[in-house]
């Protein structure tokens, strides 16, 4: 197995994710090209929680401009995790 550190970007924190913590949803950014399985080994061995489901999300990249510069934000790939009942990681708490 990969290493975790290399398959978790960092977790995504905005007020939409914020809500999703309290049905035990977290939100991160990870590697593109990574699978739901390696996605779900990641977070166990990282945080050492229980995942129940993980939903993948690409966002693709989008056209950005800046006076008469253009360019793209980046293509993201997030993933949604659902930990089991009583369980919490504490990169979300504010």
């Not at 995504?12 to 913590?21: A, N, R, S």
């Amino acid at each position: 197995m990969k290493n975790p550190y290399d398959i978790i970007i960092r977790p995504l924190i905005t007020e939409k994710t914020t809500k999703l913590v309290e049905g035990r949803k977290y939100t991160f950014e990870v590697k593109q090209g990574t699978n739901k399985v390696e996605v779900k080994k990641a977070i166990e061995e990282a945080f050492k929680v229980n995942v129940l489901d993980v939903n993948i999300v690409n966002v693709r990249k989008k056209a950005r401009r800046v006076g008469k510069y253009e360019g793209f934000r980046p293509a993201v790939r997030k993933a949604i995790v659902t930990l089991a009942e009583g369980q919490t990681l504490d990169v979300f708490e504010v």
